[in-house]
């Protein structure tokens, strides 16, 4: 996993500039959430674990819509940006260094929901890696509770292997923001390569390096099944507004 942790590590000062407006985000993506959990038939009471938390974008709505939160990452750098943001949002969440491979070895305790957000579970660069990944989650839900991923939608991007994304372009104050990213295959794994440009009054770049697995939508919820849930749902961006795919895991 180390080359995970240094390309968060690096990342983590930078990571709100893949926004527009960072703190926008961070409402729109708990309302969304918020709607998945709700119809789902789970209240604000409900114990969470963000086991991918990154710069705290999730958990840190969550936490302030009232839900009990507690996050985790295996990057020492966008946990103390994400304990900064906390404190500047004026919520209470537990932060806690750990590898989402691993969540026993951290946390003793059940969680009602789990979620892994932002394309987080395609860094495992093997299917044996993501079972394994897929069972220490699911170890550590509660009967009954739910567990709710995003990644790329790898079904539609396999079938061209396009070699980058559309950029994002953002109006600043001072100019503008450009990020975009590269993609290298070699078979269903990528190198991941990226860019962030600000010109503004100077010209800055800044580029981070990661390696992903495209994982089809099957796969994912073959495993899931195959170790603690009992049924496996996906919603597409149309139905959630969020710019992923979605699964909802129940166990």
Not at 83 to 98: L, P, S
Not at 127 to 138: F, N, P, V, Y
Not at 229 to 248: A, D, H, M, N, R
């Amino acid at each position: 996993m180390d080359i995970i942790q240094s390309f968060y590590d690096n990342l983590a000062s930078q990571y709100d500039k893949l926004f527009l407006d960072w703190q926008d985000t961070t409402k729109e993506q708990s309302l969304i959430l918020d709607e998945l959990f709700k119809h789902n038939g789970y209240g604000n009471q409900s114990k969470i674990l963000d086991c991918a938390c990154g710069i705290g974008t999730q958990a840190i709505g969550l936490a302030s819509m009232g839900y009990n939160v507690t996050a985790s990452d295996i990057s020492d750098g966008e946990l103390e940006e994400a304990r900064q943001r906390a404190m500047k949002n004026d919520v209470k969440i537990c932060f806690k260094n750990a590898d989402f491979r691993m969540l026993s070895k951290t946390f003793s305790q059940e969680f009602d929901i789990i979620i892994a957000m932002d394309n987080a579970l395609p860094h495992m660069l093997t299917k044996s890696d993501l079972e394994i990944a897929i069972k220490s989650i699911t170890s550590r839900l509660a009967t009954g509770g739910m567990f709710v991923a995003s990644i790329r939608d790898y079904d539609a991007l396999l079938e061209s292997k396009p070699p980058y994304s559309a950029p994002y372009i953002h109006k600043t104050e001072k100019g503008q923001r450009v990020s975009f990213q590269t993609w290298t295959w070699n078979g269903d794994c990528y190198k991941l390569i990226q860019y962030i440009i600000e010109d503004e009054e100077t010209l800055k770049i800044n580029k981070f390096e990661c390696e992903y697995r495209a994982v089809r939508r099957e796969e994912l919820t073959n495993i899931l099944l195959s170790n603690g849930c009992s049924s496996v749902v996906w919603k597409l961006p149309e139905e959630t507004g969020f710019y992923q795919p979605i699964v909802i895991a129940k166990k």
